[in-house]
T-cell receptor, first 117, second 115 residues
Framework: AQKITQTQPGMFVQEKEAVTLDCTYD???????LFWYKQPSSGEMIFLIY??????QNATEGRYSLNFQKARKSANLVISASQLGDSAMYFC??????????????FGTGTRLLVSP | DGGITQSPKYLFRKEGQNVTLSCEQN?????MYWYRQDPGQGLRLIYY???????QKGDIAEGYSVSREKKESFPLTVTSAQKNPTAFYLC??????????????FGPGTRLTVL
């Protein structure tokens, strides 16, 4: 079964508008972590935001926020006030077993975001 | 500046040749990773290492080999046994410990093309 599902291959948004990128996950662990990474055309993966499964509040980091709905197993990324530089691929990833030492990341297939002027 | 460097940025290889991709980090991280990315796909884990002189296979280790002789370095060799090596390769590192975010930091990647 796919662990991380990103159903939107591509999204378009106008500059200064907000956009939500969807991510659903599948795990039987109670302890896990969710990450969002941005990959510009240069290829490097840039860490954006993290949500732990026991975190009571939704994570926020500047213009990025994570809409974490544990019961629905979703961890959507919200980008407010989009900028042209936000155009990139966005990947959702999950790490299981937060409190057991090393845990590998499992990535979704990504969503390509294009921001238009 | 602390970070991860990968070299070369672009690499061309003839079929049947082994090639080695370099990855160096000066973040003092214990754990290092190699991922492969194919067009339109997410990242898949090839190998990882939690400590010097120790490494483990990831999900797609066949046709690859690694070494971890120094904390800062984690080179990846793509051998001739790898059937479809053309891909984008990303190296990452992180602190590893119980609890905490422990996000992975990535290098700029190496694009390997087999001619």
């Amino acid at each position: 079964a796919q662990k991380i599902t990103q159903t939107q291959p591509g999204m378009f948004v106008q500059e200064k508008e907000a956009v939500t990128l969807d991510c659903t996950y599948d795990t039987s662990d109670q302890s896990y972590g969710l990450f969002w990474y941005k990959q510009p055309s240069s290829g490097e993966m840039i860490f954006l935001i993290y949500q732990g499964s026991y975190d009571e509040q939704n994570a926020t980091e500047g213009r990025y926020s994570l809409n974490f709905q544990k019961a629905r197993k979703s961890a959507n990324l919200v980008i407010s006030a989009s900028q042209l530089g936000d155009s990139a691929m966005y990947f959702c990833a999950m790490r299981e077993g937060r409190n057991t030492g090393f845990q590998k990341l499992v990535f979704g297939t990504g969503t390509r975001l294009l921001v238009s002027p | 500046d602390g970070g991860i460097t990968q070299s070369p940025k672009y690499l061309f290889r003839k079929e049947g040749q082994n090639v080695t991709l370099s990855c160096e980090q000066n973040l003092n991280h214990d754990a290092m990773y190699w991922y492969r990315q194919d067009p339109g796909q997410g990242l898949r884990l090839i190998y990882y290492s939690q400590i010097v002189n120790d490494f483990q296979k990831g999900d797609i280790a066949e046709g690859y080999s690694v070494s971890r002789e120094k904390k800062e370095s984690f080179p990846l060799t793509v051998t001739s046994a790898q059937k479809n090596p053309t891909a984008f390769y990303l190296c990452a590192s992180s602190n590893e410990g119980r609890g905490g975010m422990n996000e992975q930091f990535f290098g700029p990647g190496t694009r390997l093309t087999v001619l």
